[in-house]
């Protein structure tokens, strides 16, 4: 890919040229202005395609999974998203994986662990629960949880529960990529029992403002594993009331590690937004993956241009540096946007720049 600018690879073909470039693959080698242009973009230049996944259109397939796969044999029944440009790393936007999990009353998967960072946001369902490293947490519709790293971790919904939908994201793509991953069954199937409190990590670590005297936690991760949707919600409608927001993002607030303030995991980081009734966004760009699941409401968000109509337990992707806005299409009730995304590796590495749009009164033109 030639380009003639200054300071750019411009080397046109000759066949002198062409046998030199042979010779160079014989020892594994080739000039580097063959492909210069290409792996060092002007900005970046995402293979992910924006994405809308409608529950809608998935929660029948998530549940016809229960009749033809067991959790014994699939090890986790899940349908995992696929993102056009992402097919051969298995991901739904950029180097994050994200997937649909079903389980039954009864039913309880084994305890694992590996090297990718991992969470669920539960979408429907009475009665799941997660355990994590012998911590266990009760789970409810919109609650947010941590499996991180290296975790022993197993979940279940018990007998007297219902069936419970949740999505699962995680680093996988990007650990892989990084030639690090790891997995390993518990050697005992499941956990025993740890005498542990149940919820007794949101208990310790979840109380505003307040951290226990006596506490020491020396993990890369938040000890508080699971973030509950209540108290989440309360807390963005108080934001709300003492500020503006943000042109680009409503009332936005991560998700943190109470030990650090930062993010919740060393690769995954974790964000709640609300768009008040019939708010709608400017647009910007940045760089990082998201991936966005509705929690409450219902709106749209233009990605790279395109439209995307969406509404509770919809799920869409935004990829690095897209321009992305939001509306809220109700005029008397909040939407409320939980996202996931690699922010922990772009700005630790340095990497992270942000852009607002410049056109338009700051809006793009969208095509359904």
């Not at 897209?322 to 509306?327: D, K, M, P, R």
Request: glycine share 10%.
């Amino acid at each position: 890919m030639r380009e003639n600018v200054i300071g750019r690879a411009n080397v046109e073909d000759t066949p002198e040229l062409q046998a030199y470039y042979k010779d160079l693959e014989k020892y594994e080698a080739g000039a580097l202005w063959t492909v210069a242009n290409k792996i060092e973009p002007w900005q970046p230049q995402s293979a992910s395609v924006p994405v809308l996944w409608r529950y809608q259109d998935l929660r029948e397939h998530v549940l016809r999974s229960v009749e033809l796969v067991s959790p014994e044999k699939a090890g986790r029944r899940v349908i995992y998203l696929n993102n056009p440009g992402r097919r051969d790393v298995s991901a739904a936007v950029g180097w994050l994986y994200s997937g649909l999990q079903v389980m039954h009353p009864g039913e309880v998967a084994s305890a694992h662990a590996h090297s990718a960072s991992a969470l669920r946001f539960i979408m429907e369902g009475t009665g799941a629960y997660t355990i994590v490293d012998g911590h266990k947490m009760t789970l409810g519709a919109r609650d947010f949880v941590l499996t991180p790293n290296g975790t022993w971790h197993e979940h279940g919904v018990e007998a007297g529960g219902s069936v419970c939908i949740w999505q699962d994201g995680l680093d996988i793509p990007l650990v892989n990529a990084l030639e690090a991953n790891f997995f390993a069954v518990h050697p005992k199937i499941q956990q025993e029992e740890s005498g542990y409190p149940v919820d007794d990590m949101t208990k310790t670590w979840g109380n505003p403002g307040l951290r226990p005297a006596d506490s020491r936690w020396s993990k890369g991760y938040s000890p508080m594993f699971k973030y509950e949707w209540e108290p989440t919600y309360d807390s963005l409608r108080k934001y709300a009331a003492a500020t503006d927001g943000s042109p680009f993002d409503g009332i936005l607030m991560n998700y943190v590690n109470p030990i650090t303030g930062g993010h919740v995991m060393q690769t995954i980081g974790a964000s709640m937004q609300l768009l008040r009734p019939g708010e709608k966004t400017k647009s910007h760009r940045h760089t990082g993956s998201f991936i966005y699941q509705v929690a409450k409401g219902r709106g749209y968000s233009i990605v790279a241009g395109k439209r995307l109509d969406w509404q509770e337990r919809d799920i869409f992707c935004v990829p690095s540096w897209a321009w992305h806005e939001h509306g809220n299409a109700s005029d008397s009730d909040d939407a409320c946007l939980f996202s996931f995304n690699d922010l922990p590796v772009i700005e630790g590495l340095g990497f992270y720049r942000e852009e607002a749009y410049g056109d338009n009164s700051g809006h793009q033109p969208a095509a359904s």
